[in-house]
């Protein structure tokens, strides 16, 4: 948490520092970071698991007048839809014709299905250690039922194996080797893997490299790192600097297209769908869009 807080710094100038809480208990957790919020102009919600985290954030949003960011949740769903964006180009793909498969669907995996419904996505099936997530599960989970009602239009209960054949796009947040070289082979052609499991992720890229056109993952030795630092400091940036009391999902659509846009046409390569951590320019073209949302939220 404290290098959380020097990244915040470091890359948006926003003043941040880490209240570690020694409980696990919901309630506890709302109650104490409802009585210290007063001396904050935002809260950045760290490493809570689903399903506690999205009962969480909801009850802190509707219960402060500052906004509240879990950044395992729509941190990463932002730069995975940046870097989707930019795959789809290359591929020459549109999102809404695409079939898709998030393989995890805990914070990450369901709030990178939400922004990918939001941006048009039709076709998304989800996995977990059950299998496939389809309406006859039971589930008093508020975020899974969403999952339940929302997605796998077919109501595909096969195995993870026999779903990827023809998927257009893997998301990968669970666990390390769960696909196998035939999977990614059997993919549509020009596919688009996302393996973000880490530091192991779900397959080695090398071996996805071999049939999919684009390949990411969450480590910094490879290509392609998917890694929230590209969010999280702009949007508070943006949030403090226009007062905004809310985070919207317009909010986080515009981040993540201010990020693609962070990768020129000249640059745009199967090695280069994203901008690295390092470039400058990203957390301020972030911060302008979620400030010019904010305005127009306000007017």
């Known amino acids: 948490m ?3 807080a020097a990244l915040f710094k470091r890359f948006a100038d926003v003043d941040a520092w ?13 109650r104490t970071v409802q009585l210290i919020a007063p ?28 906004p509240v ?13 940046a870097a989707l964006i930019n795959s789809l180009e290359l591929v020459n793909k549109e999102l809404e014709n695409c079939k898709i498969i998030i393989n995890g669907v805990g914070a990450a995996g369901t709030a990178i299905a939400r922004l990918l419904m939001l941006s048009g996505a ?24 969403w999952f339940m ?3 796998n239009p077919t109501q595909f209960n096969g195995t993870l194996s026999e779903a990827m054949k023809d998927t257009d796009i893997f998301i990968g947040v669970s666990a390390p080797n769960v696909l196998i070289e035939s999977d990614v082979k059997s993919m549509a052609p020009r596919s688009i ?6 530091p192991d992720p779900e397959i080695d890229p090398a071996i996805a490299r071999k049939y999919a056109s684009v390949v990411a993952t969450g480590r910094s030795d490879q290509p392609n790192q998917i890694n929230n630092v590209l969010a999280f400091p702009g949007i508070f940036r943006g949030l403090l600097d226009s007062g905004a009391h809310k985070i919207s999902d317009e909010m986080l659509l515009a981040a993540a297209n201010a990020i693609s846009d962070c990768v020129s046409e000249n640059e745009l390569h199967p090695f280069y769908i ?23 939220i306000l007017s």
Do not use: W
């Not at 001396?39 to 500052?66: H, K, M, Q, T, W």
């Not at 960011?69 to 839809?81: N, R, S």
């Not at 073209?285 to 010019?292: L, Q, T, W």
């Open 274 to 296: 994203i901008p690295s951590v390092f470039n400058q320019d990203v957390s301020k073209k972030v911060a302008e869009e979620v400030i010019r949302i904010s305005k127009l």
């Open 69 to 81: 960011f879990h950044d395992d949740q729509h941190g990463t769903a932002i730069v995975v839809l």
């Open 193 to 198: 893997v996302f393996a973000l499991a880490n």
């Open 122 to 145: 039709k076709n998304i099936i989800g996995f977990d250690r059950k299998g496939a997530i389809t309406k006859n599960r039971e589930s008093n989970d508020e975020m899974r039922k």
């Open 18 to 30: 880490p209240v570690c809480l020694d409980t696990q208990d919901v309630d506890e957790i709302v």
């Open 39 to 66: 001396v904050y102009g935002g809260i950045n919600l760290e490493d809570i698991s689903a399903p506690r985290c999205f009962e969480i954030e909801r009850r802190l949003r509707d219960l402060l007048d500052i």
């Open 2 to 4: 404290e290098g959380k």
């Open 149 to 151: 009602d929302n997605c």
